[in-house]
């Protein structure tokens, strides 16, 4: 079974640019996640889609973040203009439940490091 | 021993110790835990889960234990490998009308051999 797919690994570049993530889930999971893990601290919750509707965005910086999942597949993460602050790893993951019971794990991919100088 | 470093609380063992890793929660209405491991450039991987209606979950090599009443997770490795070194998080799932996952801080597990 093929994991959580993400690119580009690795990104850097300078404040006030933009950059933009994607990611592709594990095939038929409807719920995707997409996590901002800042070094030395535990992933936080971006943005968290049911298909391809929102369930949360509550820690989403709306003012430079979006996020999309067109058909309920995969899902692109872009930040416009970016700060210095954004500096993290974006971890995407997915997982096959539906609903307000969580009824099994989160699927991880490796993520993808920016750098804003 | 214990200690903590410039973000995240490292534990040393020894290869072949066994190793407790824990975590304190903050939702009382928490229902569904999950401790996770994460290894340099990767991301998280899925360790154990536990629900609320239980105290206790063993999988091979590792054991979850629950209490409630102190909100604190713990996570015990038996007989710990240099393979089991990196950053183990524990997550609660707050049940607010629908499910998301909060992680811990996280934990730095050191093995020397």
């Known amino acids: 079974e093929a994991g959580v797919a993400q690119s580009p690994r690795y990104k850097i570049i300078e404040k006030r640019q933009s950059v933009a993530f994607w990611c592709n889930p594990i095939?038929?999971?409807?719920?995707l996640y997409w996590y901002q893990q800042i070094l030395g601290q535990g992933p936080k919750l971006l943005i968290q889609?049911?298909?391809?509707?929102?369930?949360?965005d509550s820690q989403l910086p709306k003012d430079r973040f979006s996020a999309e999942r067109l058909k309920g597949v995969d899902s692109t993460l872009k930040i416009q203009p970016a700060k210095l602050e954004d500096s993290a790893v974006y971890l995407c993951?997915?997982?096959?439940?539906?609903?307000?019971?969580?009824?099994?794990?989160?699927?991880f991919g490796e993520g993808s490091r920016l750098t804003v100088l | 021993g214990e200690s903590v470093g410039l973000h995240l609380p490292t534990l040393s063992v020894q290869e072949g110790d066994n190793s407790i890793i824990n975590c304190a929660y903050s939702?009382?209405?928490?229902?569904?835990f999950i401790w996770y491991k994460q290894e340099s450039g990767k991301g998280p991987q899925f360790i154990i889960d536990?629900?609320?209606?239980?105290d206790k979950r063993q999988g091979q090599r590792v054991t979850v234990l629950l209490n409630k009443t102190v909100k604190h997770l713990s996570l015990q490795i038996a007989a710990t490998q240099p393979g089991d070194s990196a950053v183990y998080f524990c997550a609660e799932n707050r049940n607010s009308g629908y499910s998301t996952l909060t992680f811990g801080k996280g934990t730095m597990l050191l093995v020397s051999p």
């Open positions: 939702n009382s209405a928490s229902d569904y």
């Open positions: 889609f049911q298909n391809n509707g929102v369930v949360d």
């Open positions: 536990i629900r609320s209606n239980m």
């Open positions: 095939s038929g999971h409807a719920t």
């Open positions: 993951a997915s997982s096959s439940y539906v609903g307000t019971q969580v009824t099994g794990e989160l699927f």
